[in-house]
DNA sequence: TAAAAAAATGTTTACGTATTCATTTTAAAA
DNA sequence: TTTTAAAATGAATACGTAAACATTTTTTTA
């Protein structure tokens, strides 16, 4: 392993002066630049970044930790997050997290100091949250949020339950299924509780045999369409929670030669890019602009960390539905 | 910050000691253990990874260059590769890497002192990998491949050009288009063989203007798309060098309210998960046994830098045709 | 030209850990 | 016991860089 000393040695200078070529070479004399240089090419010399933040405390280096990219939600927020940072210069290191394994996850953060955290998998009272303040670590959640209700980039997730319930109720239909999952993740918590709002105010009945919770797996999915499709009295339309778990039903659906919309309408949240495929067309409820939250937050982490901004992060951004082909009046009424 | 030196002072004992607790506690009196390990826990202490790395020339982190994301090909790949090393204990810096822009991400992995490389966006000639090779550092290429033919595990990516155009020319068709890439790149290039050779074995001229080449950009495709429709004389069937092409193509086919394969054939090759979703169903060429490459050099990537395994990883995988939906008899013979 | 200021370079140290080598303590063997 | 071996601990050092401080060289000013 050559290092700058041995640059310094080959070109007749010390270390600290072919540290200053490196960094402030404006400090340097011209000709002392190019025997400098000329050294580190002679000798294919490359900085070790892993001793500078030794010394600097800093490793331009940011934890990302998504959720799964077989959802497409994450797809695109992932996208969004990486290129971005390393359009900065910063490296990522990138965990794709499973709910129930999270506390490995944030000790490899911790072992590792990155210079900030963007996280979307954060439970409403994850104590993650403190600790992340107390030591003082840059960070953002985006999709989810911690209960303290700061730092984080979301969509109007309790708009959202609602628009997606209302989008239903205004076709006609009144037997509607929800599929979310655990409610003490916001953006599940938050949906439900518009879609129960929904309910409300159209005066229908909530039947709690068409609420069903799912990890999000194909799995599970697949066991709550194998109930749903079970059921004597079924629902005509159903909400789901997140666009990933629509498409996951969609396959369902389609497999057993159900049709979508004319058998059953479905309408997701979050308007992922797939689901604007010709072949897909899922009605969805999504941010009004169409941003990517992944994008936005760690255009604000970036802030956090560089111009050390010190105002609270809290974006919640206005949704709207995306009309497509996956929901029409329910079949009864044909 | 609190170092280890901290806990040695709070605990009574070297900073050696407290090391030591932590790697070779069989080395450590029992009460020691405990003496350490309850200065560790009131102060809070979590070891520095980067000052280890230091020392230890180890950084337990690897490199992924991947194709970008948006491509399903890469999200399989993706998910896997960074899974399977988060579970050995590594960290992975992920890259999302557009063809033009290579040398940025490889200044990136030097500086960093990676373990290991995992790459899939490697040219035919790319002096990366005889960089890799030079500075020792384990390295594989999955997907594409360099050609001196060492390290890379694919498909038969020849071969799956040749059955990709085979099926077609057993359905009947004659006029068959193909989209494929750069010809710098080991699967377009070989891909791209395969479908040549299918085409003389069947004795069908290959018409030069249903040859196309794109960046694979979703406005590439497109542009090819409006290309191929404003053709006097169109193919009837197209075989997409990749099934993110060919899910891009379908795209374009269906917001025109053209159906597929009712008024053209479409066949991808990767058989990417999301090419059997039902509302997709894309015929494609794949793997037989559908194994993952990115799994499959990611495992190959581990036994080289840990058990120092020194035969040369090749690895070629054959392939099938996947029967589904994209693809059917030209429209004139029906 | 001498003195003062500015620019260029060098010396030394710190970052936080693991490791080598030396020393002390404890257990086993004589 | 005493001697010897083994176990446990500590002191000193290295990893490769940046930065604080010190010194030398060059330029500017008086």
Redesign the interface.
């Given at each position: 392993?050559v290092s700058s000393k041995d640059v310094a040695k080959k070109a007749g200078v010390s270390q600290t002066t072919v540290s200053r070529v490196l960094n402030t070479p404006e400090l340097v004399k011209k000709p002392t630049v190019d025997k400098v240089m000329r050294a580190i090419e002679e000798l294919n010399y490359?900085?070790?970044?892993?001793?500078r933040?030794?010394v600097q405390?800093k490793?331009r280096t940011i934890a990302l930790l998504s959720g799964?990219?077989?959802n497409p939600f994450f797809?695109d927020t992932?996208?969004a997050i990486?290129?971005y940072a390393?359009e900065m210069g910063y490296?990522?290191?990138?965990?794709?997290v499973s709910d129930d394994r999270l506390q490995?996850?944030y000790t490899?953060i911790?072992?590792?100091?990155v210079d900030g955290v963007i996280l979307s998998c954060i439970f409403l009272d994850d104590p993650i949250f403190f600790k992340l303040k107390q030591l003082n670590i840059p960070f953002i959640t985006y999709n989810r949020k911690h209960k303290n209700n700061e730092f984080f980039v979301e969509i109007d997730n309790f708009y959202a339950g609602y628009l997606s319930a209302q989008h239903l109720l205004e076709l006609g239909h009144t037997a509607i299924s929800w599929i979310g999952g655990p409610q003490n993740r916001s953006t599940f918590k938050e949906r439900y509780a518009g879609f129960v709002k929904a309910l409300e105010d159209y005066n229908i009945a909530r039947n709690d045999d068409f609420i069903f919770t799912t990890d999000t797996s194909k799995q599970s999915i697949q066991d709550i369409f194998q109930h749903i499709t079970s059921l004597d009295k079924q629902p005509t339309g159903i909400c789901a929670a997140t666009d990933s778990i629509a498409?996951h039903l969609?396959?369902?659906?389609?497999?057993k030669n159900l049709k979508v919309p004319e058998d059953i309408s479905i309408i997701g949240i979050d308007n992922v890019?797939?689901s604007k495929?010709?072949?897909?067309q899922l009605t969805t409820v999504g941010s009004i602009l169409e941003e990517n939250l992944g994008f936005l937050a760690i255009k604000e982490l970036f802030e956090m960390i560089e111009n050390k901004k010190n105002s609270c992060v809290r974006i919640t951004k206005s949704v709207k539905v995306f009309n497509r082909r996956t929901t029409s009046v329910p079949k009864q009424t044909i």
């Open positions: 392993m490359i900085p070790n970044a892993n001793a933040s030794l405390n490793t799964p990219i077989h797809v992932t996208t990486v290129n390393n490296r990522v290191h990138v965990q794709y490995e996850a490899s911790f072992e590792n100091k498409l969609l396959d369902c659906f389609i497999n890019d797939l495929h010709g072949l897909i």
